[in-house]
């Protein structure tokens, strides 16, 4: 089976990759971007998902074409409503008309828990719409789709756009924590291997068409997992709360809004230890400072 992993460069869509090509399938990456976590075997095309033919191109032949690129960052899309309006729902519908074409199996489109909240901006409007689009393109032209909604994902290959790679980046360099909230937002974090793994699972027919939420087992607060860090850390770092601003577009004990979008919620019995996951994530932020340095 050939699969496609477009936004195959970033956190989530290079591990799926990485899962893809491990059970046995056929993997190409789409991005912007070179990966540079490319695996023998597997293709890149550097392109843009608003360029329709280089995505006619790149889909041919493939029978499942997964959906990664786009804005995926909440504060980015607040300040550039319309660059997240071009990538997130005139991109998905791009890819979505050209698997139609292409027969492809099955269309998996990366969204978010936002999507049954009233938080989170103009990314949660986009991820809505692109959702909307997925689903009436099965009801118009019986494309099979899944969508995948996740919660809060960290791990290795992270960047700044990541919140946990931000805490863990500022309690190394500079001995403190400076986080914007109170500390009592709850999340369900997920390590971005185990956030992959289900991301190749759920291929299984069971979950044609279907939504499905791939966040952590236990909610955690956020002052927990920064005292955790701490803890880490020989207690050495200084946390500071300052509360969230009114307007500000993450949520705190729970994205649901009342919203008709039922998901089911799909989770592994084997998984990453939170704490296990925080020492990993410090291991490769102080390697990559230390080899800045040399």
């Given at each position: 089976?050939?699969?496609i992993?477009?936004?195959?460069?970033?956190?989530i869509?290079?591990?799926?990759?990485?899962?893809?090509?491990?059970?046995?399938?056929d993997?190409?990456?789409f991005?912007?971007?070179?990966?540079?976590?490319?695996?023998?075997?597997?293709?890149?095309?550097?392109?843009?998902?608003?360029?329709?033919?280089a995505?006619?191109?790149?889909?041919?032949?493939?029978?499942?074409?997964?959906?990664?690129?786009?804005?995926?960052?909440?504060?980015?899309a607040?300040?550039?409503?319309?660059?997240?309006?071009?990538?997130?729902?005139?991109?998905t519908?791009?890819?979505?008309?050209?698997?139609?074409r292409?027969?492809?199996?099955r269309?998996?489109?990366?969204?978010?828990?936002?999507?049954?909240?009233?938080?989170?901006?103009?990314?949660?409007?986009?991820?809505?719409?692109?959702?909307?689009?997925?689903?009436?393109?099965?009801?118009?032209?019986?494309?099979?789709?899944?969508?995948?909604?996740?919660?809060?994902?960290?791990g290795?290959?992270?960047?700044?756009?990541n919140?946990?790679?931000?805490?863990l980046?500022?309690?190394?360099?500079?001995?403190?924590?400076?986080?914007?909230?109170?500390?009592?937002?709850?999340?369900?974090?997920?390590?971005?291997?185990?956030?992959?793994?289900l991301?190749?699972?759920?291929?299984?027919?069971?979950?044609?068409?279907?939504?499905?939420?791939?966040?952590?087992?236990?909610?955690?607060r956020?002052?927990?997992?920064?005292?955790?860090?701490?803890?880490?850390?020989?207690?050495?770092?200084?946390?500071?709360?300052?509360?969230?601003?009114?307007?500000?577009?993450?949520?705190n004990?729970?994205?649901?809004?009342?919203?008709?979008?039922?998901g089911?919620?799909?989770?592994?019995?084997?998984y990453?230890?939170?704490?296990?996951?925080?020492?990993?994530c410090?291991?490769?932020i102080?390697?990559?400072?230390?080899?800045?340095?040399?």
């Amino acid at each position: 089976m050939k699969t496609i992993v477009f936004g195959g460069s970033g956190l989530i869509g290079s591990y799926l990759a990485d899962r893809l090509t491990e059970a046995g399938y056929d993997v190409t990456i789409f991005d912007l971007k070179p990966s540079p976590y490319l695996l023998p075997g597997q293709e890149i095309i550097i392109g843009d998902i608003l360029d329709k033919k280089a995505v006619s191109d790149a889909v041919k032949g493939c029978d499942y074409i997964y959906n990664f690129a786009g804005m995926a960052d909440l504060d980015a899309a607040t300040t550039e409503p319309l660059r997240t309006i071009e990538q997130n729902i005139m991109g998905t519908a791009i890819l979505l008309e050209t698997t139609l074409r292409s027969r492809a199996k099955r269309f998996i489109q990366a969204s978010t828990i936002y999507v049954y909240s009233d938080t989170g901006g103009f990314y949660r409007c986009s991820k809505q719409a692109a959702e909307l689009y997925v689903e009436e393109y099965n009801r118009k032209f019986g494309l099979e789709y899944t969508i995948l909604r996740y919660g809060t994902v960290y791990g290795p290959r992270a960047d700044s756009r990541n919140s946990i790679y931000r805490y863990l980046k500022q309690a190394l360099d500079e001995g403190k924590i400076d986080c914007g909230g109170t500390g009592d937002e709850t999340r369900e974090y997920i390590h971005v291997r185990d956030a992959a793994q289900l991301s190749v699972d759920i291929l299984a027919d069971k979950y044609r068409n279907k939504q499905v939420i791939i966040t952590g087992h236990h909610p955690m607060r956020l002052r927990d997992m920064l005292y955790t860090i701490r803890e880490i850390l020989s207690n050495r770092i200084e946390i500071n709360f300052e509360a969230s601003k009114s307007d500000t577009p993450h949520y705190n004990i729970t994205p649901y809004s009342f919203v008709p979008k039922i998901g089911r919620k799909l989770v592994t019995h084997e998984y990453v230890d939170m704490g296990q996951g925080l020492l990993e994530c410090i291991s490769e932020i102080y390697d990559q400072d230390m080899n800045r340095e040399q």
